[in-house]
Every structure is written in structure tokens, then in C-alpha cells.
């Protein structure tokens, strides 16, 4: 059964760091992009980041660009986003997602392009 399961995930302070963790099972992650979505209440989901299969595409929101990280640990199968300098704005569910299309070129932010979801963890930056 594939499943993704994010953590890291927490209360910080305004300019504090969290580093979130896309963990799989049932497949290896090796092969596919993976993607980081948010979702704030009353707001859609958007796009944050994103790396491809091989780790040699990555893609950021404007947002977070400069701030947040994202990198692949295939002996781990995971993905991690490492975030940097938060905001308040920043605060939301964090969600990651892969479109098991194996080895497909690229990545993008778009989620409709993702087929298999985490149940999310929750973000959240005090000012």
C-alpha cells in the first residue's frame, strides 16, 4: 500500500527553523518526484516545493525562495524541506505528494499534477 507520512512539524517563533520529513512506504521514493504543498484555514492549497526523481530539478514558491530547502536522503526514503527564517504567513498544514510516474523529468508545483498524499502536519509560526 503506498502511503506518505509527514513530521516535523511544530510551534516555532517568528525567524525560528523547522525540518520536515516526507517519509514512504510500500514503495521507494528513489524513483519518483515529490512535491510540498501547504494549506492555511480558509485559503487553497499551493504549491512550495518541489524536487524530481533524479534531484537535479528543484522548484519554490516565490514565498519561499531563499528560505526553505527541499533534498532527497534515498537511503532514508525520505524527503526532506528545511525551513528557515519563518514567518506567521508561513503557518498552515504542510502536505507531500508524489505522482508515481517513475522517473518522469522534472517536478512542478501544481497539484493537480500529484496523485498520493500524506495526512499533512501542522505548521505554526507565533509573531
Known amino acids: 500500500q503506498v502511503q506518505l507520512v509527514e513530521s516535523g512539524g511544530g510551534l516555532v517563533q517568528r525567524g525560528g527553523s523547522l525540518r520536515l520529513s516526507c517519509a514512504a512506504s510500500g514503495f521507494t521514493l528513489d524513483y519518483y518526484a515529490i512535491g510540498w504543498f501547504r494549506q492555511a484555514p480558509g485559503k487553497e492549497r499551493e504549491g512550495v516545493s518541489c524536487i524530481s526523481s533524479s534531484a537535479d530539478t528543484t522548484w519554490y514558491a516565490g514565498s519561499v525562495k531563499g528560505r526553505f530547502t527541499i533534498s532527497r536522503d534515498n537511503a532514508k526514503n525520505t524527503v526532506t524541506l528545511q525551513m528557515n527564517s519563518l514567518k506567521p504567513e508561513d503557518t498552515a498544514v504542510y502536505y507531500c505528494?508524489?505522482?508515481?510516474?517513475?522517473?518522469?523529468?522534472?517536478?512542478?508545483?501544481?497539484?493537480?499534477?500529484?496523485?498520493?498524499w500524506g495526512q499533512g502536519t501542522q505548521v505554526t509560526v507565533s509573531s
Open positions: 505528494a508524489t505522482d508515481l510516474l517513475k522517473e518522469k523529468p522534472g517536478c512542478g508545483l501544481g497539484s493537480f499534477e500529484y496523485d498520493y
